[in-house]
Every structure is written in C-alpha cells, then in structure tokens.
C-alpha cells in the first residue's frame, strides 16, 4: 500500500515562496488521486488544493493563482509550488492520497508566513 512522506515547509516572509514534497512509497501510486489540506491553529482543516490520477487539478479560490500541485508518476512524487505567500496562510499543510476505499495521510509539514 501507498505511504505518503512529506517534505519541505519553514519559516517564509509575506510574499515568498516555498515548495513542499510528498514522497509516495509502495505500488500504485499513479492511480491514486491526491488532495492538499491544510490546519491553521484552531481551525479546521480545510481543503487547498488537489490533483487526480491524470493530473487534472483543482484549487480553492483562496490560493488560486498564488499555489500549484503537480506530481510525477514515475518517480513517485507530488510537488506543491507556493508563491506569494500570506500570514494567513500559515498552517500545517498535508498530502492525502484516496483509492477507492484507501485513504492515506502524510505526517504534514507546517508552513509559517511572517508579517
């Protein structure tokens, strides 16, 4: 079965940039669609962004034009790009990939926007 290891997150200042990996390990991967969530303190986790088997993508209006997923079939891999990041954009950010009846999470990695 797929396990997902994320990478990448920090300390960034209004307006940088960050990119955050997650690694895929076990058979399949290509199959699976992934999800991006993310949980501000306090807050719920919420969904950001995410990337289907074929590489269809989806981004909530939020970080529209800002974020991009993409992900590699071969090596197994799923990138997240962030750019012109917000304070209110901080938060612990997460991978999770869905087949069928199969749901795995990434042990997240946080990300911390300062003013």
């Known amino acids: 079965q797929v396990q997902l290891v994320e990478s990448g997150g920090g300390v960034v200042q209004a307006g940088g940039s960050l990119r955050l990996s997650c690694a895929a390990s076990?058979?399949?991967?290509?199959?699976?669609?992934v999800d991006w969530y993310r949980q501000a303190p306090g807050k719920q986790r919420e969904l950001v962004a995410g990337?289907?088997?074929?590489?269809?993508?989806n981004y909530v209006d939020a970080v529209k034009g800002r974020f991009s997923i993409s992900r590699d079939n071969v090596k197994n891999t799923l990138d997240r790009q962030m750019n012109s990041l917000k304070p209110e954009d901080s938060a612990v950010y997460y991978c999770?990939?869905?087949?069928?009846?199969?749901?795995?999470w990434g042990q997240g990695t946080q990300v911390t926007v300062s003013s």
């Open positions: 999770n990939g869905v087949w069928r009846t199969y749901n795995r």
């Open positions: 076990g058979l399949g991967f290509n199959l699976w669609n």
């Open positions: 990337i289907t088997s074929e590489g269809v993508t």
